[in-house]
């Protein structure tokens, strides 16, 4: 059993639906974890589908769900993005930008592979000051509702897994293999250092 918790970062896109589920999921099993979005802004869907409302990262879940309540509350309702907000505000007041992060992870899971090659580039850009590795995984999650929240679930036996490991560096090549053989799923998988 690893001496320490491990630190879990979960990224996507806008720090707004998969990588909240998992955080509330890993958030209700006890692990330290942290969410965030590597976009240069927050995007949710609009009234047009090719059209979405856009906000900075710096404005808090309360004050978007205020925001779309007042454009088209009942539409919002009705596709969940209200209630998600919801479930983000109990967890954090904002979303994060992974750029603006500098504290120390065991492991980084992304939710798509885009947003995996973003925070390895920004991850290799860094001054390495610990030299301490971090293990890098991308799980492809659709950014549904539904996807999120089987995505959040593999994560979660994914961090589990590496917690319950005598050595995590031999283990996860194991752990990985064991997920993809069950959720038919492949993962990216690379080890940065700080």
């Given amino acids: 059993m690893p001496s320490s918790p491990l630190r879990v970062a979960v990224v996507c896109m806008s720090n707004m639906n998969r990588s909240m589920e998992a955080h509330s999921v890993l958030m209700k099993k006890g692990f330290n974890v942290k969410s965030f979005g590597v976009g240069s802004c927050v995007r949710l869907p609009g009234r047009a589908g090719n059209l979405p409302v856009v906000y900075d990262f710096s404005t808090t879940y309360e004050q978007m769900s205020k925001d779309l309540l007042r454009k088209d509350g009942e539409r919002y309702r009705s596709n969940g993005v209200l209630h998600v907000l919801g479930r983000n505000e109990r967890i954090k007041p904002h979303p994060e930008r992974f750029q ?32 301490q590795p971090v293990h890098v995984i991308n799980v492809d999650i659709d950014d549904t509702l539904e996807d999120a929240t089987l995505g959040s679930l593999i994560i979660c036996e994914l961090c589990q897994g590496l917690q319950q490991a005598d050595d995590m560096e031999s283990s996860l090549a194991e752990l990985l293999l064991a997920a993809e053989g069950k959720t038919g799923r492949s993962f990216l998988h690379t080890v940065c250092f700080y």
């Fill in 100 to 131: 603006e992060c500098r504290d120390p992870f065991d492991v980084i899971f992304t939710c798509q592979e885009s947003v995996y090659d973003r925070v390895v580039a920004d991850l290799c850009t860094r001054e390495q000051e610990t030299c």
